[in-house]
């Protein structure tokens, strides 16, 4: 590649690392000196065609799609599970001191803030500036909670959320608002999670990253996976995530 060529190319990418930030779709009409962008979706608008370089949140159809799966869903899934997030309530109220729920603030699309929902499961309730990821052999979680957590029943709540419209059954799992603000500093693509609503699971989860991420690494390599779904999102790639869940739930020691 010629050295033009090379400047032009960094350039494109500085620009598009910059927008990833909105949620809007970013295409680019090309000339000779980027073919080797070519092979990426094109879309015609009047006369001439586009590269999308990454797609902008889903369409008005399909969020419809996507929402009604989610609402159909959830509704099942609190009838059916109310007996089992009601004998961990009751578990919870006999380990230990303080509410049975526990609540957080959390981005979702487009950084909306909104507040999850979860069983508690540690001695605390944090909430920002203090909020600190959950670590192997944490001395806050109760004895009750540990289970939870390693079973994930501790989430089952967020189909509440899911019914109000601030998350999906499957999407980029939420962070911790302060968590969010730090990754955003060090990885470029990680803005691009808030284009879809999150999930109570999602493609980084079924591939084994669940709990803590103790290093940038791990991060990065979340994000690269929930990118990767929000560009090739489908009813059918959200159905697969949650079959698949229920075996990187049962097979996995990640959560803690």
């Known amino acids: ?14 620009i598009v690392t910059a927008l ?14 980027i073919a080797g962008l070519l092979h990426k979706s094109r879309t015609e608008i009047g006369s001439t065609w586009v590269v999308d370089l990454h797609r902008g949140p889903l369409t008005w159809s399909e969020c419809a799609i996507k929402r009604a799966f989610d609402i159909t869903f959830s509704s099942l899934a609190l009838v059916l599970l109310a007996p089992t997030m009601l004998t961990a309530a009751i578990m919870i109220k006999l380990d230990s001191r303080g509410p049975v729920f526990f609540s957080q603030l959390r981005n979702g699309f487009n950084t909306r803030g909104f507040w999850i929902f979860k069983l508690r499961t540690m001695t605390v309730m ?16 109760t004895r009750v909670g540990r289970w939870l957590r390693r079973s994930s029943i501790d989430e089952l709540p967020q189909f509440l959320n899911v019914l109000r419209g601030e998350m999906s059954l499957v999407g980029p799992r939420p962070h911790a608002t302060i968590h969010d603000n730090e990754y955003e500093k060090l990885i470029s693509k990680y803005a691009f999670r808030h284009h879809v609503k999150p999930g109570i699971t999602g493609w980084a989860q079924i591939h084994g990253l669940r709990g803590e991420t103790a290093t940038v690494d791990l991060m990065d390599r979340r994000a690269e996976l929930d990118l990767w779904y929000i560009n090739n999102w489908s009813l059918w790639l959200d159905i697969k995530i949650l079959v698949k869940t229920f075996a990187a739930v049962i097979g996995q020691n990640e959560a803690y």
């Not at 590649?1 to 990418?13: S, Y």
């Not at 990833?20 to 000196?33: F, G």
């Open 1 to 14: 590649m010629r050295p033009l060529a090379r400047l032009k190319r960094r350039l494109i990418d500085s």
């Open 20 to 33: 990833r930030i909105v949620p809007i779709p970013i295409r680019l009409a090309p000339d000779r000196t």
């Open 126 to 141: 944090e909430q920002e500036p203090d909020v600190k990821q959950a670590v192997r052999n944490d001395t806050r979680v």
